[in-house]
């Protein structure tokens, strides 16, 4: 009998061992762990977004169909990253968090998140949610009425849940949170409703506040000289819609913060820290180890929370632990992640404003074109205020040490307003008249390519003539990258040329974060199809691609 | 047609002219707080002074015989839209109206 409840005790363990990410598991995911599993944001802490999974390669692409496909029952638009652990996929939007199995497609469970209709009124983009995360048995996912939640990853059922901040102040979130050591960290965002910024440390276990580092200092902080001596910093933008990515050697999360609040400059001279820029935080404390600024100064909606990717660079015969990012502001940064050194800024796009980085002073070098638009002349800005990347992720691939990801190239017509817009709780504070300059049809809408980190230039692009991407890459061992766009078509490309190899047509856009893994010892892809997710797919499409939020997963066939 | 065919026809274009909003019912007073509410909540997704809108309905090409379904829209929301009864005033609600008929050439 004894050995009987040992056994039963044993397997009860297991059991739960089975469904339980150990923090070890998070740290080796897509950094030696099992294949089978994708359990962090950007495929990995480092975010890169690349597989060593090659059965899918440029001979086999031409038999990969589809397997299965999943309702998710959302027409806002599917952004998200799909999760995996175990044989379950967690599938996350604005309106449910969805269980389903592996192999079939089939749903194990639904939560339904549940919020105010009035909320997208402090939502400026998109009713949005990027993916959820993983951690010892459960789901926790970040609601955009401000509310994290966690869930029973068996049941689904609510574990418990935490407000970290007012929606009728203006405050959202669309970003997946990120577990570390026990501490959930989400951000939020709500940048053009004049909050102010910051990232919230929550217990995993409970779901209380550990910890809130705001993103712009009070009077208090060193950084407060940047910014005027009144009270502007409470309403001063700088929000952290993009999760962050981690490095466990240095123990440090890289996080990106948005514009400045309010959009115009006027209301706020001074470079305002930490606006437009990186910081390097504590995950135990939110401290902050170090910053860089993109965009000092900010007044262009150039927010800086594109994603941070972690790898090694081979600078002058060495490896170097690097940090990229590819600025909406068209720059593309490479910085030593270790103490923030800026060691490449160049443009990846058109771009009018700035010529690149000072790498002396580390100070991005400006054009008359931003020294006119501060003055109060109406100026064309090249990128649009959208970026020449948004918030699609790029993929890096170690091996090649290119980047990989959509680039947009729009033209801004802009103009800070002569009056300062007057602040209300969870109204628009913007300030700026900005349109967009007609297009020249003969000029693409922006590319698909690979670009190299220290300078910015492309290795291939493939111009997008009738429609843009806003679809996240990955790239594998297989030579392939793995895209889509506002059409729905998912493609694989050939990652040496950028020719398409394969591609199949999905009922929507594909703007959301494709995923490999492995499951019964085959590889398997997956990605959600659903147009949505910005104020711009309507008139991109001009209305020929219409919503539907669906599932996806494809294998070889035999 | 018969007279009595032709007479409610008249009638009902009559009333149909009536009912369909002009630029001349509304004070420039009215325009103008609609297009002061109108460029602080709505311009970001149906465009700077109803141009060019980004991925929302063209009001230039809302019909003017329609106020109740505008109004029904705005307070209570529409597609993607959020209703929005919590925060504008209904003197603001009136003057969208307003704007939404009389304010930019159409």
């Given amino acids: ?558 | 047609m018969k007279n009595a065919e032709l007479q409610k026809c008249v009638v009902g274009m009559v009333l149909a002219l009536a009912m369909s909003a002009h630029a001349e019912d509304f004070p420039p007073e009215q325009i103008k707080l609609g297009g002061d509410t109108y460029s602080r909540h709505c311009a970001p997704c149906h465009g700077v002074r109803m141009k060019n809108p980004e991925g929302a309905f063209d009001l230039t090409k809302f019909p003017k015989d329609q106020e109740s379904r505008f109004r029904n829209s705005v307070t209570k929301g529409k597609n993607s839209m959020p209703p929005w009864e919590s925060l504008l005033k209904p003197e603001e609600i009136d003057a969208l109206w307003a704007y939404v008929v009389a304010g930019e050439k159409q």
């Fill in chain 1, 1 to 558: 009998m004894k050995s009987v409840m040992v056994g039963m005790a044993l397997g009860a363990m297991l059991g739960t061992g089975a469904l339980a990410q150990t923090q070890q598991e998070l740290t080796r995911d897509g950094n030696g762990g099992s294949t089978d599993n994708v359990l962090t944001y950007g495929m990995g802490y480092h975010q890169q977004r690349y597989s060593k999974l090659d059965q899918i390669n440029k001979s086999t692409v031409k038999r990969l169909v589809p397997i299965w496909s999943t309702s998710l029952a959302n027409e806002y638009g599917e952004q998200g990253q799909p999760f995996v652990y175990d044989g379950t996929m967690y599938a996350a939007n604005v309106k449910r968090v969805v269980a389903m199995d592996v192999g079939t497609g089939r749903i194990k469970w639904n939560f339904d998140i549940e919020w105010d209709p009035a909320v997208p009124r402090v939502v400026c983009c998109g009713l949005n949610n990027r993916g959820v995360a993983l951690f010892d048995g459960k789901v926790y996912v970040a609601a955009i009425d401000a509310n994290v939640y966690a869930l029973d990853a068996k049941t689904g059922k609510q574990l418990w849940k935490s407000k970290i901040a007012e929606w009728k102040d203006g405050y959202s979130i669309t970003g997946a949170p990120s577990v570390v050591n026990g501490i959930v960290m989400s951000g939020m965002t709500g940048g053009e409703f004049g909050v102010r910024g910051f990232i919230v440390g929550l217990d995993a276990q409970t779901g209380k506040e550990v910890w809130r580092r705001h993103t712009t200092p009070d009077p208090t902080e060193k950084a407060y000289s940047t910014w005027p001596q009144d009270d502007s910093y409470k309403r001063g933008g700088a929000s952290t819609w993009i999760t962050g990515s981690y490095d466990p050697e240095l123990d440090l999360s890289y996080w990106g913060t948005s514009n400045g609040g309010p959009w115009t400059w006027k209301a706020r001279p001074g470079d305002n820290l930490w606006v437009a820029s990186v910081i390097a935080i504590r995950p135990k404390t939110g401290e902050i180890v170090w910053h860089y600024q993109w965009t000092p100064a900010e007044t262009y909606d150039f927010d800086g929370n594109n994603e941070n990717v972690l790898g090694e660079l081979t600078l002058n015969g060495t490896k170097r632990k690097v940090l990229m990012h590819a600025d909406r502001n068209g720059l593309l940064y490479v910085l030593d992640r270790t103490t923030g050194e800026v060691l490449a800024g160049n443009p990846y796009v058109k771009t009018n404003w700035a010529t690149g980085v000072d790498l002396k002073t580390g100070r991005v070098v400006e054009t008359d074109v931003a020294k006119r638009l501060r003055a109060g002349e109406q100026v064309e800005v090249e990128p649009r205020w959208t970026g020449g990347k948004n918030w699609m992720p790029m993929a890096f691939n170690p091996g090649t040490e290119k980047l990989y990801f959509s680039m947009l190239e729009e033209t801004a017509i802009y103009q800070l307003n002569k009056e300062l817009p007057e602040y209300k709780p969870g109204e628009r504070y913007m300030g700026v008249t900005n349109t967009t300059k007609d297009r020249d049809t003969s000029k693409p809408w922006g590319y698909w390519g690979a670009v190299l980190p220290m300078t910015g230039k492309p290795a291939w692009r493939t111009p997008l003539m009738d429609l843009p991407s806003w679809s996240g890459a990955m790239v594998t061992a297989g030579g392939l990258v793995f895209t889509g766009n506002t059409a729905g078509d998912f493609a694989a490309l050939d990652e040496a040329s950028g020719k398409i190899l394969w591609q199949f047509k999905t009922p929507s856009g594909v703007n959301s974060q494709p995923i490999t893994y492995t499951y019964k010892g085959k590889q398997y892809v997956t990605v959600f199809s659903g147009l949505g997710g910005g104020t711009s797919a309507k008139r991109e499409t001009a209305g020929k691609v219409l919503p539907a939020g669906t599932v996806w997963t494809f294998a070889l066939m035999d």
